[in-house]
């Protein structure tokens, strides 16, 4: 009986030992548990982390390669583009030098060499005026020379051309398109860009004009119609009859030898007195 109360004690002192030890034990397992689930997610994040890496840097990758593309296309000539064969030289010379005045004759030689073994056949010859920040509008396109030359291998041609440019384009910048059209023996066309660059065309700095001469008709036909209209002077004439003229203040003897001078010449009867007179001396 003894021992069953010592048995009892000997429990109760036990059991809440056994209590605290296992407490520890499950907190440090459910720490381990949660230092396992974070370790867990960052392994998570990281693979996400690296995943998106690898998916920018395959987009950079294409997008480079769309770059690189791109460039490889535009350095690459355009299908159905004709460009000048390699067995042709062309040069070109401004008669007046590189000056373009407006409204007046601007004329250049342009001369075609063949190098190759082939017969080339020179079409035409064409300029125009340019837009000069994009090529491809046209300002002012001039009339292509048609000319249908042949030249042979290792010879040479000479082509004269001429233009007018538009009298309102002077003191602008336009971009200058010269271009020769030539086909070989086998038909295939080729188009050489002989001259391709802005130019300015010059203002006329003549001092008459056509509104110039229109402004001086104008004004001479203006003056002389202000002439036309104003009035003639007023002159005043003296009167004609003796019979108004005062002869009082004339001396009575100086008075009748004036009359009777004037009666003397009036009649006919002392002129002939006169005469016969003179014709008797």
């Known amino acids: 009986m003894t021992f069953l109360p010592k048995l009892l004690l000997l429990v109760l002192l036990a059991f809440p030992a056994t209590i605290l030890m296992k407490g520890p034990a499950v907190a440090a397992q459910d720490a381990t548990e949660d230092e396992e689930a974070e370790a867990g997610e960052e392994d998570v994040v990281d693979d996400a982390t690296a995943e998106d890496e690898d998916d920018e840097a395959e987009v950079e990758d294409d997008e480079n390669t769309e770059l690189t593309e791109e460039k490889e296309e535009e350095e690459e000539p355009l299908v159905g583009e004709v460009n000048a064969s390699p067995n042709a030289d062309t040069t070109i010379l401004f008669v007046k030098g590189e000056d373009f005045p407006a409204n007046e004759i601007v004329k250049f030689l342009l001369g075609f060499t063949n190098k190759g073994s082939e017969n080339f056949v020179v079409e035409s010859l064409d300029a125009s005026f340019r837009y000069p920040q994009d090529f491809q509008f046209y300002i002012q396109n001039f009339t292509a020379l048609q000319l249908g030359l042949v030249v042979p291998p290792g010879r040479q041609a000479s082509f004269e051309y001429s233009f007018i440019p538009a009298e309102p384009m002077g003191g602008r910048p336009f971009g200058l398109v010269i271009n020769l ?76 030898h004036i009359m009777q001078s004037r009666r003397d010449r009036a009649s006919p009867r002392k002129r002939n007195q006169k005469r016969s007179a003179g014709s008797d001396e």
């Not at 202000?226 to 100086?254: C, F, L, Q, Y």
Request: glycine share 8%; net charge negative; aromatic share 10%.
């Open 181 to 256: 059209n030539y086909k070989d023996s086998n038909g295939i066309m080729f188009q050489d860009a002989v001259f391709n660059q802005t130019v300015t065309v010059i203002e006329r700095e003549d001092g008459l004009d056509g509104e110039t001469i229109f402004m001086y008709v104008f004004l001479s036909g203006l003056g002389l119609l202000v002439i036309r209209r104003r009035p003639a002077p007023k002159v005043e004439m003296g009167t004609s009859s003796h019979n108004d003229v005062d002869m009082s203040w004339i001396p009575a003897e100086t008075l009748n």
